[in-house]
């Protein structure tokens, strides 16, 4: 059994960022060697350094949502905020309204002249599904009205909205953007490419259940949200072709982790797939696809910091976040960036986790 105060580090509030660093590459590195121990501190545009030619750098090309709409009610008159999640047809979308209590079926929310939405139905998690009314192109009322989400934890006021977005988005559907992206310039990926390192793309768009605290402290109990993601045929190939020339293939983020592992058929096989996933990476995984990370620093007892630990091995993740906060990085999604990369650990990290089961075996 892994605990959730298995995953917990302490973090001083002046750590996280609330502003992103210029130029986007200019951030620091953190670079670790689960295998040999070792960590170095670089900038984000030393990464080259630790790339070869023929690997390939896989990014999730997904684009966050203007999601965040203020309206009012129709009733009373008064303030609403409506939280776009998820499309389900050209009028329907799961939500999160605020206040909640009082969004019931039937309730006439206003936004402007050309928009409005009537909540039909709750959802299970306790958001709302609505039904838009508009006048015009959504998609292009929703741009002019909606702003764009940031995280919980950023208090400060974000002056160009594009800087919450990669540099390489097509596919909008996110409702927070897959922040290890965020550090990568376009002059930066051209020179990876012109080196010889291969640049493929998947997308997974990104729901608030990134945020979700983890309640359960056994964390086998934590009901993981749902994601819709995809690759392509040419990612797929890309990524087979790679893995059978014996290169390494490198996840940009979470996201794109969650989206491999999610399309894998087995151990270095991947076919090209779209879908749902829920899937929940924790130490004791068997990575099919991923050889290599490049990541932020994640928030403690999250899903995501389990899932870097289940890569690189708990207690040199934790003993790395623990410099991290020494060295006074940036934390979060404005924050610093690391890089994982391992060819053989399975034997040390699957010791880890027994000894730390044993050792809450002896505690009860």
């Known amino acids: 059994m892994l605990l959730l105060s298995d995953f917990d580090y302490d973090l001083p509030e002046e750590r996280i960022a609330q502003v992103p660093i210029e130029p986007r590459n200019a951030s620091r590195l953190m670079v670790l060697d689960p295998v040999e121990k070792t960590i170095e501190h670089k900038h984000f545009y030393d990464l080259k350094e630790y790339l070869e030619p023929g690997d390939t750098l896989i990014f999730n090309d997904t684009r966050v949502m203007p999601a965040r709409l203020i309206g009012h009610r129709d009733q009373t008159g008064g303030k609403v905020e409506v939280f776009l999640l998820r499309r389900l047809d050209a009028t329907h979308w799961e939500t999160l309204v605020k206040p909640g209590k009082k969004a019931k079926p039937g309730n006439v929310i206003n936004f402007s002249d050309e928009l409005s939405c009537t909540v039909t139905d709750h ?140 399309a894998a058929t087995g151990k270095n096989e991947i076919s090209s797939k779209s879908g749902w996933t829920q899937i929940f990476i924790y130490p004791g995984y068997d990575f099919k696809i991923v050889d290599g990370i490049v990541t932020n620093f994640h928030l403690p007892k999250s899903t995501l910091i389990m899932l870097i630990s289940a890569f690189g091995g708990r207690n040199f993740v934790l003993d790395a976040y623990k410099t991290a906060v020494e060295l006074k990085y940036r934390f979060f999604s404005f924050g610093d960036a690391m890089f994982l990369s391992r060819r053989q650990l399975d034997a040390e990290r699957d010791k880890e986790l027994a000894d730390l089961e044993a050792s809450h075996q002896a505690e009860e």
């Open 123 to 262: 959802t299970d998690f306790g958001g709302r599904i609505v039904e838009f009314k508009f006048d015009g192109v959504f998609e292009e009322i929703l741009d002019r009205l909606g702003e764009t989400p940031l995280p919980p934890y950023i208090h400060e006021k974000l002056e160009d909205k594009e800087r919450y977005q990669t540099v390489y988005n097509r596919e909008e559907g996110s409702a927070a953007a897959p922040t290890a992206g965020l550090h990568f310039t376009k002059e930066q990926m051209q020179e990876l490419k012109d080196m010889g390192v291969n640049l493929g793309f998947v997308t997974l768009h990104v729901g608030l259940g990134t945020f979700r605290p983890v309640n359960c402290e056994d964390i086998e109990k934590h009901d993981m949200h749902k994601e819709f993601y995809r690759i392509s045929d040419e990612t797929a190939k890309l990524i087979l072709d790679t893995k059978k020339a014996g290169h390494r293939v490198i996840a940009v983020g979470t996201t794109s982790i969650r989206t491999l592992e999610s």
